[in-house]
């Protein structure tokens, strides 16, 4: 039984998927370049963890959410 959404809905999902994307590849440029400034740090069990590496790893999940938003899109033509 396979569900298949309007063709709103599925535009709806690309759109917030390249929009939530874009938010954290921005977010995530943007705690890169706050840590020399704000110089933030979580102690958790030991590891500390700085805002810079948040920042990385924002980039990718945004990359790698943009990248599926454009798989999506080209497979929907």
Do not use: K, Q
Request: hydrophobic share 50%.
């Amino acid at each position: 039984m396979s569900r298949s959404g309007s063709a709103f809905e599925t535009e709806a999902v690309l759109w917030l998927t390249l929009f939530m994307g874009l938010a954290l590849i921005g977010g995530g440029i943007w705690l890169i370049y706050l840590d020399p400034t704000g110089g933030t740090a979580i102690n958790l069990f030991g590891n500390s963890i700085r805002s810079h590496s948040v920042g990385m790893v924002g980039i990718f999940c945004g990359a790698v959410l943009v990248g599926f938003a454009f798989v999506r899109s080209r497979r929907s033509n």
